[in-house]
């Protein structure tokens, strides 16, 4: 028993003064700076050369019907009350569809979505390419 223990004894004494000069070294691709880089540039909306690319985010719909005339209204009110929001009116036969902001992320336009719906009863959210120029915003 007293071998055992001496052992042990000896095994943890010296695993514990080891670890006392322990450096870590960090080795990195210089290719991780140009693709963080890139990524930035690309959740921007604008490649290397300076050309506009898609971003996919998110939209809230507020009209969507067949009257042009309702659309405009419903948009107009919209903006009476958050002016800070683009809307964006659209005609696809034989309806129109109005939506509204350009969020990055669900979360955001959920937030907005609960308050709309007292005044817009049947909103939705969906998926679309956004301007990512606003979104920043």
Do not use: C, H, W
Request: positive net charge; charged residues 25%.
């Amino acid at each position: 028993m007293k071998k055992t223990l001496y052992i042990f004894f000896i095994f943890f004494s010296s695993y514990a003064f080891a670890q006392n000069d322990a450096k870590v070294t960090v080795v990195k691709d210089p290719l991780i700076d140009s693709l963080i880089a890139r990524r930035i540039a690309l959740t921007k909306g604008v490649s290397k050369d300076g050309t506009l690319i898609t971003v996919y985010g998110f939209r809230i719909q507020i009209y969507y019907g067949p009257d042009r005339k309702e659309a405009y209204n419903e948009q107009a009110k919209f903006k009476s009350y958050y002016p800070e929001y683009e809307t964006y009116l659209s005609y696809m036969q034989p309806n129109y569809s109005v939506k509204v902001g350009d969020f990055r992320s669900k979360s955001e336009a959920q937030n907005l979505l609960n308050n709309l719906r007292s005044t817009f009863p049947t909103v939705f959210i969906f998926n679309q390419p956004i301007n990512p120029l606003k979104a920043d915003e």
